[in-house]
């Protein structure tokens, strides 16, 4: 019940307020309210993150490669997490970021193809440029009402003979390119991914887009603190996804040995 | 202070919903025609994205909007301008005039005046007496009809030479003779190439590719500009044409 008679609308006689000099910003507000608003908590800062996505174009399709390190600050929390998602039969997406917003996103992206496919069972299905399209309004739209889903998002695909690789982010920002990477990759491995497919995707094999990738793993590896030399790639191409099993990286630390520190340090 | 609080809140970090992308747009009316550039480069901070994102899009056949500065608030408001025009076509069975354009664009950028769209938009185009326009805006919505205009990243360093080179700032006419009014087209797009490969040289977020969109009034040609790939839906009308040039990319 509301115990404010000006709230109730024009009175039935002018006995009450005639003139409506009650002015409305001084009413008071009585309507119903959510208790909890205020304590309701949104995403200011990644939790359990993932490092970089590295993505690349070849000659048949898209290839991307995560680790499997989920961190806790900088501590390796969890060392045999998935990061990359196989969404319908020509997508995968892969995400560095909170990995509790992207285990979010995998069930969201679920749900929308249980909807879209399964349900609806038209025959149409969603390829990697559906999948882009509605992550990056899912995101634009949580950035825009100030609660933004952290994460950097690679998606790629290929679809009717089209290979398409995009970028989404927290921001709702997207772009596209033949090698895409994120985070701490996009200052790493982007400049290694470029030298080495930049305007030559069509000659790239799987063998060769293979030796591309784990090598710029291996560099991410011994420069970022956060990440770990278990890591898996995935390929899309004309026959589908295929997600490898967690493999391990070769790394080379015999030179460590000769290293006598920096600096005045020369012994 | 007086009146302040004694205590204070611990400094939160604050998620910031805008980000800068760089590149530059850039628009030049003529007497018949308007052309409407940008570069291709997309970036952020030190990082460059993609060297392939376009700025600048055609609207109709006879408009073309240019939008710089937070990509993905830019990509959203082409896309709801464009959205705007396809009901405008469905509703009178025409393309809706430029200088209309121009001021719904400027409701739209204004019905977000409080959580505001972060992107300069430059509208070129023709206007229904045939004349080429062009029509800049800040990010709320003001906005005015201009001869020359160019924004983003390079804007401090392409506005002053389009003042010097469309305008004629600072310079003085041969004796007895006056400044042109309008410039041929050929003049105008060597102005444009001349000023994005300047910007490149000068500022690190400009680069990479060049996408000048030429649109022409009704029954005026390329004369001599051939290279252009015509993307108008007519050919019998205003006619958009987009001509796209290598910048570099360091």
Known sequence: ?????????????????????????????????DAFAD??????????????????????????????????GSLARFKDIQRLHEVGKFTVIGASGDMSDYQYLQTTLDELLISEEITAADGHSLGPVEIHEYLSRLMYGRRSRLNPLWNSILVGGVKDGKSFLAYVDLLGTTYSSSTLATGYGAYIAQPLLRKAVEGREMDIDENEARKIMTDCLRVLFYRDARSLNKYQIATVTDSGVAISPSMELGTQWGFAEGIRGYGAQTQ | ???????????????????????????????????????????????????????????????????????????????????????????????????????????????????????????GGIE?????????????????????R????????????LDNQVYFKNQVPPPGRAHPTHLPLRD???????????????????????????????????QGVEAAQEISARTDGERVFVLRRDLKKD
């Open chain 1, 1 to 33: 019940m509301d115990h404010f008679p000006t709230n109730w609308g024009r009175p039935r006689n002018d006995a009450f307020d005639a003139y409506n000099t009650y002015p409305f910003h001084v009413r008071p507000d009585n309507g119903p309210r």
């Open chain 1, 39 to 72: 304590n309701v908590q949104r995403t200011q800062q990644p939790i359990v993150t993932g490092t970089s996505v590295l993505a690349l174009k070849y000659k048949d399709g898209i290839m991307m490669a995560a680790d499997c390190l989920a961190s806790y």
């Open chain 2, 1 to 123: 202070m007086p009146g302040t609080p004694s205590i204070q809140r611990p400094t939160q970090h604050q998620f910031n919903p805008y980000s800068d992308n760089g590149g530059t747009i850039l628009a030049i009316a003529g007497a018949d025609f308007s052309i409407i550039a940008g570069d291709t480069r997309q970036s952020e901070g030190y990082n460059i994205q993609t060297r392939y994102a376009p700025k600048v899009f055609r609207l109709t056949d006879r408009a073309v909007l240019a939008v710089n500065g937070f990509a993905a608030d830019g990509n959203m408001f082409v896309k709801k301008v464009k959205q705007r025009l396809e009901w405008y076509r469905h509703a009178h069975a025409k393309d809706m005039p430029l200088r209309a354009i121009a001021r719904l664009i400027q409701t739209m950028l204004y019905a977000q005046r409080f959580f505001p769209y972060y992107v300069y938009n430059i509208l």
């Open chain 2, 128 to 148: 229904e007496d045939g004349s080429g326009a062009v029509y800049s805006f800040d990010p709320v919505g003001s906005y005015e009809r201009e001869t020359c």
């Open chain 2, 150 to 161: 160019a924004a983003g990243a390079a804007q401090s360093l392409v506005q002053p030479f």
């Open chain 2, 188 to 222: 105008v797009l060597d102005i444009v190439i001349d000023a994005f490969t300047s910007a490149t040289e000068r500022h690190i977020e400009v680069g990479d590719g060049l996408e000048m969109y030429i649109v022409l009034a009704k029954g005026r040609t390329l």
